[in-house]
């Protein structure tokens, strides 16, 4: 059975280095994962978050504005959990940010989150899931009454993934990805040779043949435009 000891030897890449372009008239000095969110930055949350659940280091994979990051974190003290830097100097992709870490990597598997998302899950039973199915790759889905503007996940009976749909496919109510993943190590072979490529598109379809499952989670806010902000600060505090 999982634990928090077993989560002192499983590393977190936070993926924090987009130019957030849809959010410049309200983070255009700052990168949107610090945007205060109910009185507090976005990114403090997910790191008390996953504090709490009792995983030793964190790594934030920084790009644009990264300095601000950085400093934002420099006095951070937690005995149990600490933080790291991956830095960007040029834009790597969501994809080209998880194989930079490679090297870092210490365990068989690890845990991936877009650090503009929030999704209410218990990380040991997720865990606990991603080990039992021996799977290569584990994600996080959430259903929405509205998923056109999203891809959709579709899933198996046996919650192993099936298929990944592209956005305003004219589906409504369906399964999207909350964009949090536990990969085992292995995942790295599959990569593209190149250092700039994207996990959505260039890793994930391809590797559909392999044992891929979805978790279901709740609650799903995300912060990645203007009114997706909005509407996260009206039902954060219903969240947390």
Not at 28 to 41: F, Y
Not at 66 to 89: L, Q, V
Not at 189 to 195: L, R
Request: neutral net charge; charged residues 25%.
């Amino acid at each position: 059975m999982v634990n928090k000891e077993n989560f002192k030897n499983v590393d977190v890449l936070i993926l924090c280095g987009g130019k957030g372009t849809r959010m410049l008239s309200l983070a255009a000095d700052k990168p949107k994962v610090l945007l205060d969110l109910w009185g507090k930055p976005f990114l403090d949350i997910l790191i008390e978050n996953l504090a709490s659940f009792g995983f030793g280091r964190i790594i934030l994979g920084v790009g644009h504005l990264k300095e601000k990051i950085i400093d934002h974190f420099a006095s951070y003290t937690n005995e149990n959990t600490r933080i790291d830097f991956s830095t960007e100097d040029m834009p790597l992709g969501t994809g080209g940010a998880v194989k930079k870490i490679q090297s870092l990597i210490k365990g068989d598997n690890f845990l991936v989150m877009n650090g503009d998302g929030f999704c209410s899950i218990d990380y040991q039973k997720f865990y606990e899931n991603h080990l039992d199915k021996k799977a290569l790759f584990s994600m996080v889905l959430n259903k929405i009454s509205d998923s056109s503007g999203y891809g959709n996940v579709k899933l198996g009976d046996d919650d192993r993934v099936l298929e990944f749909a592209e956005k305003d496919s004219g589906t409504k109510t369906g399964l999207i990805s909350a964009g949090i993943y536990f990969m085992n190590k292995d995942i790295f072979s599959y990569m593209p040779k190149k250092n700039t490529f994207s996990l959505e598109y260039d890793l994930f379809p391809k590797i559909l043949d392999k044992p891929c499952y979805g978790f279901i989670g709740k609650n799903f806010v995300d912060i990645g435009t203007i009114e997706k902000y909005k509407k996260a600060n009206q039902l954060f505090s219903k969240l947390i």
